[in-house]
């Protein structure tokens, strides 16, 4: 038995029908039996729980062989970094309780630094409580998702103009589509680990700029559309203008700016990559 949080998004809702798709069982934890009720028509179990509920996610986690959990991005949350520490504190508590054998979670490329990483430190200290806790953990670690391009569609459409916080604009870095993040998920659980602490990383087809997303859109859409670079100085308030709190705005921006300067680098040079390449993308995007 499998047990699978956030089917809701895009990650999780990849991992739980990957596994039922090759015969697996599954358990998928949700706010509310509404949310579970296409799962439920699949054949999934439901599990009704709140991730800092840890009588209900310990009792949601009793029987699984590993289960998946993420950090929801809550970015317009005024305390967002707490309430994400307080959440993997609450995740680590339950799966202790549960006596979890194995715990796959969505962490991130960078994840082998505590700060300067923005919200990545908070995934950090997710790894750092399964360990201390030793439940056999494999860390996802993916680059940067292909899905971030869907917050600029706005500027895309209206403007003709595909801002970009990756600087200089034909800076190229690992871009991962969510599919191909859920599809490695998935995989680890079925594999279990013989070590405490597995770190998959997980790069992209390719690697792509800015430049070449605003070449992939041009053509998709068949106009064109010019990379702009957004200054640094300018980053917090256009992020807090999108609706991001005043902390996570930060939080994002510093993740940026450790993307650019390369304190976000991905560790295993031979690291797994993606299938879903940015023409793919970008194609079914606009659609």
């Given at each position: 038995?499998?047990?699978?949080?956030?089917?809701?998004?895009?990650?999780?809702?990849?991992?739980?029908?990957?596994?039922?798709?090759?015969?697996?069982?599954?358990?998928?934890?949700v706010?509310?039996?509404?949310?579970?009720?296409?799962?439920?028509?699949?054949?999934?179990?439901?599990?009704?729980?709140?991730?800092?509920?840890?009588?209900?996610?310990?009792?949601?986690l009793?029987?699984?062989?590993?289960?998946?959990?993420?950090l929801?991005?809550e970015?317009?949350?005024?305390?967002?970094?707490?309430?994400?520490?307080?959440?993997?504190?609450?995740?680590?508590?339950?799966?202790?309780?549960?006596?979890?054998?194995?715990a796959?979670?969505?962490?991130?490329?960078?994840?082998?630094?505590?700060?300067?990483?923005?919200?990545?430190?908070?995934?950090?200290?997710?790894?750092?409580?399964?360990?201390?806790?030793?439940i056999?953990?494999?860390?996802?670690?993916?680059?940067?998702?292909?899905?971030?391009?869907q917050?600029m569609?706005?500027?895309?459409?209206?403007?003709?103009?595909?801002?970009?916080?990756?600087?200089?604009?034909?800076?190229?870095?690992?871009?991962?589509?969510?599919?191909?993040?859920?599809?490695?998920?998935?995989?680890?659980?079925?594999?279990?680990?013989?070590?405490?602490?597995?770190?998959?990383?997980?790069?992209?087809?390719?690697?792509?700029?800015?430049?070449?997303?605003?070449?992939?859109?041009?053509s998709?859409?068949?106009?064109?559309?010019?990379?702009?670079?957004?200054?640094?100085?300018?980053?917090?308030?256009?992020?807090?203008?999108?609706?991001?709190?005043?902390?996570?705005?930060?939080?994002?921006?510093?993740?940026?700016?450790?993307?650019?300067?390369?304190?976000?680098?991905?560790?295993?040079?031979?690291a797994?990559?993606?299938?879903?390449?940015?023409?793919?993308?970008?194609?079914e995007?606009?659609?």
């Amino acid at each position: 038995m499998f047990v699978i949080s956030g089917v809701t998004g895009n990650t999780g809702s990849i991992v739980a029908q990957a596994l039922l798709d090759q015969g697996q069982s599954v358990r998928v934890i949700v706010r509310s039996e509404e949310k579970g009720s296409p799962w439920k028509a699949k054949g999934a179990e439901v599990a009704t729980a709140d991730l800092q509920d840890i009588t209900a996610m310990t009792k949601a986690l009793e029987g699984a062989t590993g289960a998946y959990f993420l950090l929801p991005p809550e970015l317009t949350n005024e305390d967002y970094i707490g309430e994400s520490l307080k959440r993997a504190e609450a995740i680590v508590k339950a799966a202790t309780a549960a006596r979890l054998p194995h715990a796959v979670v969505l962490s991130s490329v960078g994840a082998q630094h505590g700060d300067k990483v923005g919200p990545i430190s908070t995934i950090a200290h997710l790894e750092k409580l399964f360990i201390a806790a030793s439940i056999p953990l494999t860390a996802v670690r993916p680059g940067y998702f292909l899905e971030n391009i869907q917050d600029m569609m706005p500027a895309v459409m209206h403007e003709g103009v595909y801002p970009s916080m990756i600087l200089p604009l034909d800076f190229k870095i690992d871009m991962v589509a969510t599919r191909d993040i859920g599809l490695a998920v998935a995989e680890a659980l079925i594999n279990p680990p013989t070590v405490r602490h597995r770190v998959v990383e997980l790069k992209g087809a390719e690697q792509y700029s800015a430049e070449d997303i605003a070449s992939a859109l041009s053509s998709a859409l068949n106009r064109q559309i010019t990379p702009v670079p957004v200054p640094q100085e300018a980053w917090v308030d256009q992020l807090k203008q999108s609706g991001l709190s005043q902390q996570s705005a930060e939080a994002i921006a510093e993740m940026h700016e450790s993307i650019n300067n390369g304190r976000i680098h991905f560790l295993d040079a031979d690291a797994k990559k993606g299938s879903v390449n940015l023409t793919k993308f970008i194609t079914e995007l606009v659609a």
